[in-house]
């Protein structure tokens, strides 16, 4: 029996996945559950795990390639783990091969029709959700995402103008990028150069998001080599290059004495991890006290929608992780409702998830403030990039020894930088120093216990 391997919804404004990497070949016998391929999307990176047990029968869309949800992907042969050990070279006939290899060498030569298939990938096109072919006139019921939406209303674009590339005539972020910077929207691999043309097609790279400075000439010379971003790298981008767009960035710095911290953390983490099973890091001190602070300064945990100030109720706290393969921020919900150890075990957690591509679509979602510690890498401080729709992002420096004076002595202690960089349309300097202060004091005069 075939079962169809499709690409998942993971998550409710989610329409489409890139496959990233198949973990299998065909051929290949795989258990229910095991990781069959990864997927990249607006949101997460995800393995996704097989269906069902038997046997990679048939790959259907190539690494790299983006498809709608519900797209079938690939085929599994359920016929039993017994025909593993013999997918035999008469492996066209698709339906239910008989398990009678003479020779399980022609298993090799299996793999190569299998891929032959994978130029069929336009039977992306086909899966029955997408019916609409144009909608220009629809209104409201253009087919696209709430991102999409929102970049419009901020940019003031009629997404009823705006022509869709993606499944169905959807109207994409890069669409709408596109139609923000100007220029016809991205069909495509249209303007890239010659080395990299067939990655960033597949990739879909969003030409006026992702624009060149210079002329090409001008990077193009002596002895170089091209790398195609990564799907990852490509969002990641994006973001940026839109964050800095949408807000005015302004910055401030505060030196904080975390002595105190340094030798409570050096006198309980074994005791902590022994009695709670949890590694005690700084971020849960960090998170604890930007909590307050954005209690105490509400602004500090808003967005911007346009003309008014959307002031959340909940502290829902991304926390930038860094990965071997680029970034990502899951988040921690309703911060202000957890004592020190559940917040310990959520920045554990979402940190190794991360790292395994375990997290959720709604696990990366719905931030109201970020964190992000260059300082881990032993960075001094650093300035970073708000995380949109975050009207502020908190940065943490390396903890060092430093000299500092105290009551006209000279003392060694333990300092740290923190900055904060903010919107400037919605928080003002003041606003944003006392925050900084207020984060300061509680970290110097730590009250809360920790076991």
Not at 187 to 192: K, L
Not at 225 to 241: C, D, L, N, T, W
Not at 316 to 330: F, Q, R
Request: proline share 10%; glycine share 8%; hydrophobic share 40%.
């Amino acid at each position: 029996m075939a079962v169809d391997v499709i690409m998942p919804q993971m998550g409710e404004s989610i329409f489409e996945g890139t496959i990233t990497k198949w973990l299998k070949k065909p051929g290949d016998k795989i258990d229910r559950d095991e990781p069959l391929f990864e997927i990249s999307t607006d949101k997460v990176d995800a393995e996704i795990p097989s269906p069902a047990a038997g046997v990679l029968k048939e790959i259907k869309v190539a690494e790299g390639q983006t498809v709608p949800v519900q797209t079938v992907v690939g085929t599994i042969d359920a016929a039993g783990a017994a025909a593993a050990a013999a997918p035999p070279a008469p492996a066209k006939a698709a339906p239910a091969p008989q398990p009678k290899s003479e020779t399980p060498k022609p298993a090799a030569a299996a793999p190569p029709p299998a891929p032959a298939p994978v130029p069929a990938a336009p039977a992306s096109v086909a899966p029955p959700a997408p019916a609409a072919e144009h909608h220009a006139g629809d209104g409201d019921k253009v087919r696209s995402s709430p991102l999409v939406r929102r970049i419009a209303r901020e940019h003031q674009i009629d997404l009823t103008q705006v022509p869709g590339t993606g499944a169905g005539g959807r109207v994409s972020k890069r669409d709408v990028m596109a139609a923000v910077e100007g220029g016809a929207p991205a069909a495509g691999p249209s303007a890239a150069p010659a080395p990299s043309s067939a990655k960033p097609a597949s990739g879909g790279a969003p030409s006026g998001v992702l624009e060149t400075a210079v002329p090409r000439d001008r990077m193009y010379f002596g002895h170089y080599e091209v790398q195609p971003m990564s799907i990852m790298r490509q969002r990641i981008a994006e973001h940026m290059v839109l964050s800095k767009r949408t807000s005015p960035h302004v910055y401030s710095i505060e030196e904080v004495d975390v002595t105190a911290l340094v030798s409570l953390r050096t006198k309980l983490k074994g005791k902590f991890e022994q009695e709670t099973g949890t590694k005690l890091t700084y971020m849960p001190f960090f998170i604890r006290a930007a909590v307050e602070g954005l209690r105490a300064f509400p602004t500090v945990n808003s967005s911007v929608d346009g003309t008014n100030v959307v002031l959340h109720k909940e502290c829902n706290i991304g926390m930038a992780v860094a990965l071997d393969w680029g970034l990502i921020v899951p988040v921690i919900k309703s911060a202000e409702e957890k004592n020190f150890l559940g917040l310990a075990r959520a920045v554990n957690d979402l940190a190794e998830r991360a790292r395994n591509k375990k997290l959720k679509p709604d696990e990366v979602q719905e931030s109201t403030f970020s964190i992000t510690n260059p300082g881990v890498f032993g960075g001094l401080f650093g300035l970073p990039v708000i995380n949109q729709p975050n009207v502020a992002i908190l940065g943490l420096g390396a903890i060092e020894k430093r000299p500092v004076v105290i009551d006209d002595a000279i003392a060694i202690r333990s300092m740290v930088y923190l900055t904060l960089s903010y919107d400037h349309r919605a928080v003002d300097g003041a606003i944003a120093h006392q925050f900084m202060a207020h984060v300061k004091h509680t970290l110097q005069n730590w009250t809360e216990p920790i076991l």
